[in-house]
Structures are given as C-alpha cells and as structure tokens.
C-alpha cells in the first residue's frame, strides 16, 4: 500500500478547509455545544454522586448509625437528575447552526458554571449542615 492512497478523490480544497497548522484539526471553532454539555452533566452527576457517596454519607454515618444514610444517598442523587435533564434539554434543542454559533459561549459557559456549581457545592454544603447539626445535637 502507497502513502496517500485514496487520496486522491478528495479535493484539495476540502482537505485544506479541514485542517490547520500542521494537518491539525481546528475543532474550537465548530465545536459542538449540545455534545459538549451532555459530557460535561455525564461528568458532573458521577462528580456529584461520589461526593455524595465519600463525604455527605460519611458526615451521616458519624450522627445516625443505620440504613438511612444510603437511603438518604439515593434521593439526593435522584434529586439531582431533573436538574441535569433541564440543562440537557436546553442545549439538545439547539439547531445545528446555533450548537456551533461561537454567540452561544457566554450562555454556555454560565449553564457549566451554574451545572458544576451544584455538582461541587451541593455535597458540599450538605455536608458543612449536617456535620453543624449533628453537633449541635451531640
């Protein structure tokens, strides 16, 4: 097999358009939002839920020694689900055009921030309260 096989029914225009400096690909300019923010909930909720799991079941476990914390750890993941689904369904409605309209990157950014701000400081400040109350109550 020769170098650039097959090569030769594309035309040099289009092999040219795709690629930058060195052959390199220029995906920041066609990048796909909707994509982009259905990986980044993926990556939140298993964020969220091992937060969850290592520090807000832990905090529990220390004030109430039973089944209730992994209860409580299946509703608070649960709980969290309808909110991705909506920051997913806002993006998944976007046409082709607008998933790569570069006008849509401040919104974008501010839904990632708003997503990861809940997936951080959720488990988080569930955990500062209840770690409060339970001394409270001890």
């Known amino acids: 097999m020769r170098v ?8 040099m225009g289009k092999a040219i358009d795709k ?4 052959g390199v690909t220029d995906h920041a300019s066609k990048r ?22 290592f520090m807000t079941v832990h905090a529990m476990k220390q004030g109430i020694s039973s089944i209730a914390p992994y209860f ?17 369904r806002r993006w ?8 790569a ?3 849509m990157k401040g919104a974008f950014r501010r839904d990632l921030a708003l997503l990861w701000g809940l997936a951080i400081g959720l488990p988080v ?14």
């Open 72 to 88: 409580a750890l299946i509703v608070l993941v649960a709980a969290i689900i309808p909110a991705c689904r909506w920051f997913e």
């Open 19 to 22: 690629t930058g400096v060195g």
């Open 32 to 53: 796909d939002l909707r994509k982009a923010m259905s990986d980044n909930i993926a990556v939140a909720l298993i964020i969220y839920t091992g937060l969850q799991i």
């Open 4 to 11: 650039g096989a097959g090569l030769e029914s594309v035309p």
């Open 101 to 103: 309209d570069p006008a």
């Open 125 to 138: 400040l569930l955990t500062a309260l209840l770690k409060v109350a339970f001394a409270a109550l001890g």
């Open 92 to 99: 998944l409605d976007l046409s082709d055009d607008e998933a």
